[in-house]
């Protein structure tokens, strides 16, 4: 059975930073794709990173602030964020890929999904 727990979620003032972590069990990371999304009460669940075997993408808001990255020795992902925003305040939750997917192959629909962990950014 596939497990992802968020931590490291809180408060900050805007400009600071965060780590938020992810912690996956029943699951090989180093294998698979996996990603950061966040949602807002009211609002869709928005994709903020992507992480696979050769390299990263992010959404255009974070891009150079944040930087999701892999300890496969850990089963980890992480989420550094750096230069907080108002903005960023949400709920942020971690996905990964099916076990079945083919490693190295295109990254296919995210089929596990942790709690989530709040972050909130205060001016």
């Known amino acids: 059975q596939v497990q992802l727990v968020e931590s490291g979620g809180g408060s900050v003032q805007a400009g600071g930073s965060l780590r938020l972590s992810c912690t996956a069990s029943?699951?090989?990371?180093?294998?698979?794709?996996m990603g950061w999304f966040r949602q807002t009460p009211g609002k869709e669940r928005e994709w903020v990173a992507t992480?696979?075997?050769?390299?990263?993408i992010y959404v255009d808001s974070v891009k150079g602030r944040f930087t999701i990255s892999k300890d496969n020795a850990k089963n980890t992902l992480y989420l550094q964020m750096n230069s907080l925003k108002l903005e960023d305040t949400a709920t942020y939750y971690c996905?990964?890929?099916?076990?079945?997917?083919?490693?190295?192959?295109?990254?296919?629909?995210?089929?596990?999904w942790g709690q989530g962990t709040q972050v909130t950014v205060s001016s």
């Open positions: 996905a990964a890929e099916p076990s079945a997917s083919v490693p190295g192959s295109i990254c296919s629909p995210f089929a596990y």
């Open positions: 029943g699951y090989t990371t180093s294998r698979h794709c």
């Open positions: 992480i696979w075997r050769d390299g990263s």
